[in-house]
Structures are given as C-alpha cells and as structure tokens.
C-alpha cells in the first residue's frame, strides 16, 4: 500500500508539473481540493479565503515546525502562516504569493456556495489530493467533529467535504474539512465542521468575517 501511495503520489506530481510548466505562473489559480507539499508532507487545500484571494486553508498537521515553504509540483506557491493555526479544528493558513492567485471553488471548478451544517445520515463527498472524490454518511456530529463513511488516505488531509442540492447542480455547500481517518474503524474519517471553523476564522480576522 505504501509504494501504491508513493507511486500515486509521483505520478500526481509530474502531472502537476507538467501542466504548470504549460502555462505562466499566473494563470495557476489554487482551489479547495489542490494538492501542496511542504516538508516532505503532501496535503490537500481546505478552501481559499472568499475575502482573501491570498490566503488558502490546508490541514494544521500538514505544518512541520520550522518549515514555511508551500509547493505545488515544483512551483513554490506561498508559506504557511503559523500564528494562524487552531488545534481544535486542525487548520492552518498559507499566505500565497503575489503571483499566485486563488478561486474560490472546488477542483472542479464548482463555485462554493454558503456553508451548510453536516446532520447526521446527510450524504456528503470529499475531494483529496489523493483519492479525488469519494463520498459517504454522516455518522455522527458533535460541535467540533463529525464522522463520516468514506473512503480517504495520506494527503487526504485538509480536503473540504461537501454537500451538493443535487448531482450535476452548480456548486457545492461546504460542511467541513478532513483531519484523518479512525485508526479503529477502516472507512471512517474524522472531520472538523464548518461552524468550528467559521468560529475560530471569525475571531482571527474580525467578525465580519463570512465564509458566505
């Protein structure tokens, strides 16, 4: 499993790569489900901040102590900011640089909508740097964390889960972020939900802050 994931992980890259050196640097917008590496640790942009466009969510865990630089492939794309890291919700703000701009959608370019509360037996998708998108049950939910039936792995971490009104609709409603999957049950993963997060960003940058 762990050559699958590192052969995953290069071939990802060189895509990644490839299609950056195809086009200028400026022209590379960041969305929620990007894959970044920073330390030898690869994860999964959250969201960019809808008032922001320089600043990108990832996981907190993604963050190794001392080391700032963010990349993309082989593009350095920003730093991380460390003052800006809640443990609770396991987030962590990058500040991109100036030539690297953001959009505030899903991979798929889907714009993201307002931010929805996750209910529990609520169907919602992910999408990770390593296993795009997968989806699942909401199987519990507390003021913090939820739980869901999903299949994710390493550089998952970070990545936004969702809720769509109906397929092919456009948009997506955010409802979280992946922190990790529950070594005691294969299948679960861990995520904080949007509420925590809305709450520690709106005491960070001021209470007009506004995922919405």
């Known amino acids: 499993m762990r050559r699958l994931l590192t052969v995953l992980v290069a071939v990802t890259l060189a895509i990644i790569t490839a299609l950056s050196a195809a086009a200028p640097a400026g022209a590379l917008a960041i969305t929620a489900g990007f894959m970044i590496t920073s330390g030898g640790r690869w994860c999964t942009v959250s969201f960019p901040d809808p008032k922001m466009p320089n600043i990108v969510y990832t996981a907190g865990h993604c963050y190794k ?6 990349s993309l492939g082989n593009i350095q794309i920003g730093q991380f900011i460390p003052e800006i890291h809640d443990p609770t919700t396991d987030l962590i703000a990058i500040r991109l640089y100036s030539n690297i701009p953001s959009e505030y959608s899903l991979m798929s370019r889907e714009p993201l909508l307002d931010p929805w509360v996750p209910n ?22 507390d003021e913090t964390k939820f739980a869901v039936q999903m299949p994710a792995d390493h550089g998952d971490s970070g990545a936004p889960i969702y809720e769509r009104l109906k397929p092919g609709s456009k948009g997506v409603h955010v409802v979280g972020t992946v922190i990790s999957e529950d070594p005691r049950r294969p299948g679960v993963i861990y ?16 209470t007009d802050w506004d995922m919405t």
């Open 65 to 70: 102590n001392g080391i700032t630089e963010v």
């Open 120 to 141: 529990e037996g609520s169907k919602v998708c992910k999408y990770g740097a390593t296993t795009q998108e997968t989806c699942g049950t909401v199987l519990s939910v």
């Open 191 to 206: 995520c904080s939900t949007i509420g925590a997060i809305n709450l520690f960003l709106s005491k960070t940058w001021g």
